[in-house]
């Protein structure tokens, strides 16, 4: 049975820092993309930031970009988003995914379709309080 684990959420003020972990389990992630979304409540699941198998190539969403940081530990089948100088509409369940592909490499945008993925963990609160 596949598992994502999300850990590491919390309350902060703005211009904190959190970083969030991933813990997969009944799946080997080293040979698959992984990503990161969150959800605000009313609001659709939005992409945050996405790896390649091998952790040689990112894609970010604009809101995010070079505030937070994507990274893996494959032999330890984890994924880490290091969120700095955090924002109040940061706020949002975040969840992590294990892609289907390694990666796009010719369509790097669909990264961030959620279709691209195929599990997905439970979330974790993250509240940035301004």
């Known amino acids: 049975q596949v598992q994502l684990v999300e850990s590491g959420g919390g309350l902060v003020q703005a211009g904190a820092s959190l970083r969030l972990s991933c813990a997969a389990s009944?799946?080997?992630?080293?040979?698959?993309?992984m990503g990161w979304f969150r959800q605000a409540p009313g609001k659709e699941r939005e992409f945050v930031a996405a790896m390649s198998w091998r952790g040689g190539n990112f894609y970010y969403a604009d809101s995010v970009q070079a505030r937070f940081t994507i990274s893996r530990d494959n032999a330890k089948n984890m994924v880490y988003l290091q969120m700095n100088s955090l924002k109040s509409e940061d706020t949002a369940v975040y969840y992590c995914a294990t892609g289907r592909s390694k990666w796009l490499y010719d369509q790097v945008t669909e990264m961030a379709k959620t279709y691209e993925y195929d599990y997905w963990g439970q979330g974790t609160q993250v509240t940035v309080s301004s």
């Open positions: 009944g799946i080997n992630i080293s040979n698959r993309a």
